[in-house]
């Protein structure tokens, strides 16, 4: 099978960024819902009784679809407080037969030339040194989960369908309905990368920020780099930090001085000083409680131990 590695992506679109500092929610931790099973088989949601739903595995479950996944067509939304599915505007049922083959990674351990630690993150094989290290590589709404882009999620924000959400660490790390084929899928469904997702529809297109991988809508694990040197200061030259920030783990942050009661003031969410250490050696920037830790970086082989999971630098 063909192998696509990872390239840095350059320039600062893709993350948000304000001053050379990406801006990103806070994540909130609640405690779990269960996954409830059911033996009533089902293809769309008005084949459940009210009150449940029709899961990504094409049965119905008395959860919601942010813990069970919605079947192929319908994507998941928090409505009235609870997480429905519903079509959303402009998708189709994704048979366009002139697509090329798939020639991407489906899974991790196909990805053993990229090296130790690599990862497929959205069809694509990525080395270690190019997973995520922090939630500001990452595009808007994700978090940063050992080396992976992933969806923030809570009570009241359901993840992609195919995924169910993590409520004790607010992130879309469960799996509703784990499959090797699209066969195991119900409600029209495809697999991908173990997710019983839904089909693209007509161009390899998706909706809700998703993107076409082996015809399936998955959300975008890569992340996005905004510079190169480690530990250079910006200029606002072409792919570089803007002047005041510093490229640290390729992305850009605000300089800032820990001996000024001014500093970080005026950037927003990250308005904390931080002392942080990269491969270039010790810098002060503004960061937040949340983001920039120093307790693991699957980036730098640095994991967390046990069973806990690396978000933004955090164990958990």
Sequence with gaps: MKRLFSVALFGFGGAAMLAGCPIYSERTYTDPDPYVPSTNACKTPASCANGTTCGADGYCHSNGCDVVGCPGGFQCQVLGGRAECVVPSGLDAGTDSSRPPFSGCRRDSECADAGTGAKCLSGVCTAAADQC???TQCRSGQLCVDGSCTPACSASKA????YACDLNKGVCTQNPAPCTSGQLCGGGNTCVEDHCVPQC???GTCTGGLVCVDNGCVPDERPVFSCVT???LGDGSSGKCASGSICLRRSCY???DPLSSDACKNADAFNQCKNVTTSSGPHDVCGSASNLGT???VAASKPCSGTLICIDGFCR
């Design 295 to 297: 307790e693991c970086d």
């Design 254 to 256: 605000i300089a800032c």
């Design 133 to 135: 290290s922090d939630a």
């Design 201 to 203: 529809g007509a161009g």
């Design 230 to 232: 480690d530990g250079e």
């Design 159 to 162: 993840c992609p369908t195919g």
